[in-house]
């Protein structure tokens, strides 16, 4: 059974910082394209970054070069560091596992708020 556990969120002020994480368990991160969504109310959720299985990283433009996506292969763990957040990075962030076949894996979400 696939599990995807997200943590790390909260509310941080602008230009703060927090490091999201991922824990898997039921699927390989370095096997899998790993992924960091988010969603606000009344929105589509939208691809923050993602992660190959061979690590290549991908990011959606708004977040390029103040988000990074990484993975530790030993821990099971995909993270989502972010830094100098703004107010619109405000939303429910999830983790997403795409294996090579088969269905999406989402996990629960976790709200980040940025907020003074």
């Known amino acids: 059974q696939v599990q995807l556990v997200e943590s790390g969120g909260g509310l941080v002020q602008p230009g703060g910082s927090l490091r999201l994480s991922c824990s898997a368990s039921?699927?390989?991160?370095?096997?899998?394209?790993m992924g960091w969504y988010r969603q606000t109310p009344g929105k589509q959720r939208e691809l923050v970054a993602s992660?190959?299985?061979?690590?290549?990283?991908n990011y959606n433009g708004s977040v390029k070069g103040r988000f990074t996506i990484s993975r530790d292969k030993t821990k099971n763990i995909v993270y989502l560091q972010m830094s100098s957040l703004k107010s619109e990075d405000t939303a429910v962030y999830y983790c997403?596992?795409?294996?090579?076949?088969?269905?999406?894996?989402w996990g629960q979400g976790t709200q980040v708020t940025v907020s003074s």
């Open positions: 997403l596992a795409r294996p090579l076949i088969g269905d999406d894996y």
């Open positions: 039921g699927i390989r991160v370095s096997n899998n394209i």
């Open positions: 992660i190959s299985r061979g690590g290549g990283e």
